[in-house]
């Protein structure tokens, strides 16, 4: 890739749909909810278009900016129902190319825990990244354990001072290579420890692995929620309602600002990728959640997420 076709991005256009269902055994009274399911508007993201209903229709709702940026929407549905399905459609185009290796800073990864540490403006801060998001990505959270099985398990990754990126490359590479990707084999309980001790977990696990390990090593990283294009195999139709919501990192590294890095697929975040939102774990980031009254129980939702090229067939 050329210098001029970097500064370019090609840009590709995007139809979005998220669709969470629940059914209830019982009659709900009241339903109070809070999403976090419309994409970010970024210099690499252009939202188009938003939308987001509830059935049944709220009687209010009310959308703000919360304190990491991202768009939530709260509802109240006091209509009596068994059945709740929060649905957010989008238009997007998307111009982010993942960074060549030889394009990023060689800042070792000792330096940037000195600053870090330090809070030394000089050689951390820019317009993109301010001094409290960063102290705040240093610091354990609700999902994230500053464990010492995370620790024995990163050690190989930090060894001889190494660049940042090189760290940040070989966490992923490993994740992808060590562990196993099994859908319900864990829960947003899980923690780093125990994802360790049975090898087996899904995205968001191995997010904040990686970024308990960089924490543990006092380097800012954060988590990032998304969506990312899945693609058939050859030959093989894209399944409609197929795609889920995604995780992966996101990592300080000066001279360059937050670097991307997909630990679930190995490989570094491109325009493949659409950007929800970011937080210091997924609890800052949850697509939805709420309380609900009734005398009955309640329900697991059903997901359902399309990502497809804009202007495709009709989907969800």
Known sequence: MTADERATPAVRAYDLVHRTTYEYPAPVTDSYGRTTMTPRDLPD??????????????????????WF???TTFFGVTTPHTRLVVTSRSTLEVSRAAPDRADLPDVRWRAVARAAAAGDLGTLHTDTAGLVALREALLPSRHVSFAEEVRTWAAPSFAD????????????????TELTYRSGSTTVQTTQ???????????????????AALRLHGLPAR????????RPRPGRPKLRGADA??????????????????????????????????????????????VIFTEG?????????DLVPAGSEPFL
């Not at 420890?193 to 970024?211: K, P």
């Not at 988590?223 to 899945?230: D, F, H, K, L, P």
């Open 45 to 66: 993201q252009r939202l188009v278009t938003t939308s987001l209903t509830v059935d049944p229709e709220p009687a209010d709702t009310a959308t703000h900016v919360d």
């Open 69 to 71: 940026g991202s768009t």
């Open 161 to 176: 001072d190494r660049p940042l990126a090189d760290v940040v490359l070989d966490l992923v590479h490993r994740v992808r």
């Open 193 to 211: 420890a125990e994802l360790l001790a049975q090898r087996t977990g899904v995205c968001q696990d191995f997010a904040h692995l990686v970024i």
């Open 223 to 230: 988590y990032a929620s998304g969506y990312i294009e899945t």
């Open 245 to 290: 919501s995604h995780a992966w990192v996101s990592v300080w590294l000066p001279g360059y600002g937050w670097l991307e890095a997909d630990p679930t697929n190995d490989q570094l975040v491109d325009d493949r990728y659409v950007v929800l939102g970011w937080g210091r774990d997924y609890g800052d980031v949850p697509p939805l959640r709420g």
């Open 297 to 305: 129980g309640g329900a697991s939702p059903r997901v359902e997420v």
